[in-house]
């Protein structure tokens, strides 16, 4: 029950916000002279989240969150962070990505032969996969709106007197970018599933970030 209240009130929240901003069409004419008008940012932002699975166990975590700009829209993010489980766990959050490179790179380290540069341009590759991409809609001069999708996510848990576990999990949700040069604040709430037979999560926190 309390699950279904608090996704009511995340439901208005959001409804909210999409009827306080200005309209889509409004925004589109101003987005070109507005703050979110050049291409290629970088955003450099610290990050906390929570996540609260339906089973009752939790996880929160804090870390780094980098995203590019590919064009106005399209954006792409990769996060690193550290916490803890509700059951007392290390977790650390990365990119699968960066996770799969690992493998390649330490086999061209030691092959040192023809296949090195081969087997570096792979872990290159694998590392640079984002964990996320969004798809931003100018909601005002210095609102966006982030619609997310996080298909490559990795969870490591290290969990006392078993072994450690690396967990892929995929997320999707809605950030609200506010844009206050230098400063960019980013709440954002979804939600997040471990791939295989694992409690689906409702995930949230927010990102406060410099451009660069």
Not at 178 to 193: K, N, S
């Amino acid at each position: 029950m309390k699950y279904d209240i608090l996704l009511a009130k995340l439901s208005l929240l959001l409804l909210y916000c999409l009827l306080a901003c200005p309209s889509t069409a409004s925004a589109q004419n101003n987005y070109d002279d507005g703050i979110i008008r050049k291409r290629g940012w970088f955003v450099f932002s610290a990050a906390a989240d929570r996540t609260q699975f339906l089973t009752d166990s939790s996880m929160q975590s804090f870390g780094l969150n980098f995203e590019f700009y590919l064009s106005r829209r399209l954006s792409i993010s990769y996060r690193f962070a550290l916490g803890n489980t509700s059951e007392g766990s290390f977790l650390g959050r990365l990119t699968l990505g960066s996770y799969a490179s690992s493998f390649p790179f330490r086999a061209a380290l030691q092959d040192r032969g023809q296949n090195s540069e081969v087997l570096m341009y792979a872990a290159l590759i694998c590392f640079v996969l984002p964990d996320e991409i969004a798809y931003n809609i100018p909601m005002g001069t210095n609102l966006e709106l982030g619609l997310y999708v996080a298909p490559a996510g990795a969870l490591y848990l290290s969990r006392k007197d078993e072994y450690d576990a690396l967990r892929s999990c995929f997320g999707a949700g809605v950030k609200f970018k506010i844009h206050q040069p230098p400063l960019v604040l980013t709440p954002y709430v979804g939600i997040l599933q471990p791939y295989g037979p694992n409690p689906l999560g409702l995930h949230a926190g927010v990102l406060l970030g410099v451009r660069l």
